[in-house]
């Protein structure tokens, strides 16, 4: 099981380290908070079992909570996330035939399926993130605009990492 | 019972995201209770070296700024120190007891971790427990207010930055002694709010705010910042007022951790009353 998942337990620490000592000290404007590491749940293989997949989530989550003194609040918006990620994929289209080694990402599913798949998912945390760290509706208004602002940055950082460290499939 | 343990069997992914969920929530609503449990003086002995580590070396990049704000109040302090000397040479007999009645003691800390863009922002510094540190201690910066201990583990603590919605202090305006709560309603980190100032009196654009002291926390008179935008609802009562922070929150280095030594007996004595 380490061999399989080896490359995501990697993803998982690089992900963390970027966002807890990079991405938490961006500020623009004050709305945009950009939670690159929810690349991590993306990526999870598609035959990752459910259990494995709201698990490795709600670890992230806690992982950037500890560093960041919001106890829970990173952790409740992943597992969510991490919930609606087999819908997301059926509709986004699921793969004809897992053939064993097709994985979510642009090189394998195209860039219209992983935009597809990635605005759903990351819009739905962002929501999730900023309803949870509000906790309350008078402040709807603020949580749209942050779901909006934050979830639209993370999405176009997830692109570009996307494309850097695609690997070409033989 | 077989059959609801086939039934939670055949359900297993929602119920665990349920759980899950739970989990999440309840460490959210019993932050407090979570902040003084084993676990949580574990992550922070993890965070807390790895922060220190990276703030030992980004450090190297604000020296120069560092070292422009430490002089900057030196000199302030200087100038606060002859005045006192002045004032005093028409005494005959002088008594010099630096420690009598001391209410308020200093130890300089530095910031290891801190966030803005959030709704709710935390600020680590490197000194806890073992440096005398406990919860509910002021802390400012050389240009102002900055927060109060809400957490603390053996070498490390967490402060609640004023960037956070549930910081609520005691501020006033300085020039008119009028009372106000200090609030932050999220958005621009520069920008923060002042309500509960009656709208009878007259108020300038640029009046400092300053802290109370009568939270048991703050001494009186730390700068909080300067009144930029004056509003009022016609048919309120009191103003809300938009301010700037003294402090740039956004680019902390060096702070000062504020212990009152009269805290317990003020609190003691308003417990008193409530008892009544």
Redesign the interface.
Same mark, same amino acid.
């Given at each position: 099981m380490t061999k399989a998942y080896g490359k995501d337990i990697l993803r998982f620490v690089i992900l963390v380290v970027l966002q807890?000592?990079i991405l938490?000290?961006?500020?623009l404007?004050?709305?945009?908070?950009p939670s690159l590491y929810v690349l991590f749940i993306l990526l999870l293989p598609f035959e990752t079992p459910?259990?494995l997949l709201?698990?490795s989530s709600?670890l992230i989550?806690f992982s950037i909570?500890?560093?960041?003194?919001?106890?829970?609040?990173h952790?409740?918006a992943s597992?969510?996330m991490?919930?609606l990620r087999?819908w997301a994929v059926r509709l986004a289209g699921a793969p004809a035939e897992y053939e064993g080694n097709l994985k979510p990402g642009i090189a394998d599913m195209g860039f219209r399926w992983f935009f597809g798949y990635t605005l759903v998912l990351v819009m739905a945390h962002q929501f999730a993130l900023?309803m949870?760290?509000?906790?309350r509706f008078a402040?709807i208004g603020?949580v749209l605009l942050?779901t909006l602002a934050g979830g639209a940055f993370t999405i176009v950082l997830i692109i570009i990492a996307e494309y850097l460290f695609m690997s070409k499939r033989k | 019972m077989r059959h609801i343990l086939a039934f939670i069997w055949k359900h297993?992914?929602?119920f665990?995201?349920v759980l899950?969920?739970v989990?999440?929530?309840?460490?959210?609503a019993n %932050?407090s209770f @979570?902040?003084r449990s084993v676990l949580?003086n574990a992550?922070?002995y993890?965070?807390g070296s790895?922060?220190s580590t990276?703030s030992g070396i980004t450090s190297y990049f604000n020296l120069k700024r560092d070292n422009q704000l430490l002089a900057e109040e030196n000199a302030r302090l200087h100038r606060i120190l002859t005045r006192e000397q002045l004032s005093s040479d028409t005494l005959t007999h002088m008594v010099e007891d630096t420690v009598f009645n001391l209410q308020y003691t200093y130890v300089d800390a530095v910031v290891i971790?801190?966030?803005?863009?959030? %709704?709710?922002n @935390?600020i680590?510094l490197n000194k806890g427990i073992r440096q005398g540190i406990e919860r509910d201690m002021a802390v400012i910066s050389p240009a102002g207010v900055v927060g109060t201990v809400v957490?603390v583990s053996e070498n490390f603590s967490?402060v609640m930055s004023l960037l956070n919605?549930h910081s609520k202090i005691s501020g006033r305006i300085q020039r008119l002694n009028q009372m106000g709560t200090v609030v932050w309603e999220?958005?621009?980190?520069a920008v923060g709010t002042l309500h509960d100032i009656p709208a009878h009196v007259k108020i300038n654009k640029g009046d400092t705010i300053t802290t109370s002291g009568f939270s048991h926390i703050f001494p009186e008179g730390i700068s909080i910042g300067y009144v930029e935008e004056i509003n009022i609802k016609s048919g309120d009562h009191f103003y809300t007022i938009h301010f700037r922070f003294s402090a740039d929150l956004?680019s902390l280095r060096h702070v000062y951790i504020i212990k009152n030594q009269f805290r317990e007996e003020q609190e003691e004595l308003r417990k008193n009353i409530i008892n009544d």
């Amino acid at each position: 099981m380490t061999k399989a998942y080896g490359k995501d337990i990697l993803r998982f620490v690089i992900l963390v380290v970027l966002q807890v000592f990079i991405l938490d000290h961006i500020n623009l404007g004050g709305y945009i908070n950009p939670s690159l590491y929810v690349l991590f749940i993306l990526l999870l293989p598609f035959e990752t079992p459910g259990w494995l997949l709201l698990v490795s989530s709600f670890l992230i989550g806690f992982s950037i909570d500890s560093f960041g003194n919001t106890t829970g609040l990173h952790a409740g918006a992943s597992v969510f996330m991490a919930f609606l990620r087999p819908w997301a994929v059926r509709l986004a289209g699921a793969p004809a035939e897992y053939e064993g080694n097709l994985k979510p990402g642009i090189a394998d599913m195209g860039f219209r399926w992983f935009f597809g798949y990635t605005l759903v998912l990351v819009m739905a945390h962002q929501f999730a993130l900023s309803m949870l760290e509000a906790f309350r509706f008078a402040e709807i208004g603020y949580v749209l605009l942050r779901t909006l602002a934050g979830g639209a940055f993370t999405i176009v950082l997830i692109i570009i990492a996307e494309y850097l460290f695609m690997s070409k499939r033989k | 019972m077989r059959h609801i343990l086939a039934f939670i069997w055949k359900h297993n992914f929602f119920f665990l995201f349920v759980l899950l969920e739970v989990v999440a929530i309840i460490l959210m609503a019993n %932050r407090s209770f @979570y902040q003084r449990s084993v676990l949580s003086n574990a992550t922070d002995y993890v965070t807390g070296s790895a922060y220190s580590t990276w703030s030992g070396i980004t450090s190297y990049f604000n020296l120069k700024r560092d070292n422009q704000l430490l002089a900057e109040e030196n000199a302030r302090l200087h100038r606060i120190l002859t005045r006192e000397q002045l004032s005093s040479d028409t005494l005959t007999h002088m008594v010099e007891d630096t420690v009598f009645n001391l209410q308020y003691t200093y130890v300089d800390a530095v910031v290891i971790s801190n966030s803005t863009n959030r %709704r709710d922002n @935390y600020i680590m510094l490197n000194k806890g427990i073992r440096q005398g540190i406990e919860r509910d201690m002021a802390v400012i910066s050389p240009a102002g207010v900055v927060g109060t201990v809400v957490s603390v583990s053996e070498n490390f603590s967490w402060v609640m930055s004023l960037l956070n919605k549930h910081s609520k202090i005691s501020g006033r305006i300085q020039r008119l002694n009028q009372m106000g709560t200090v609030v932050w309603e999220g958005g621009n980190p520069a920008v923060g709010t002042l309500h509960d100032i009656p709208a009878h009196v007259k108020i300038n654009k640029g009046d400092t705010i300053t802290t109370s002291g009568f939270s048991h926390i703050f001494p009186e008179g730390i700068s909080i910042g300067y009144v930029e935008e004056i509003n009022i609802k016609s048919g309120d009562h009191f103003y809300t007022i938009h301010f700037r922070f003294s402090a740039d929150l956004n680019s902390l280095r060096h702070v000062y951790i504020i212990k009152n030594q009269f805290r317990e007996e003020q609190e003691e004595l308003r417990k008193n009353i409530i008892n009544d």
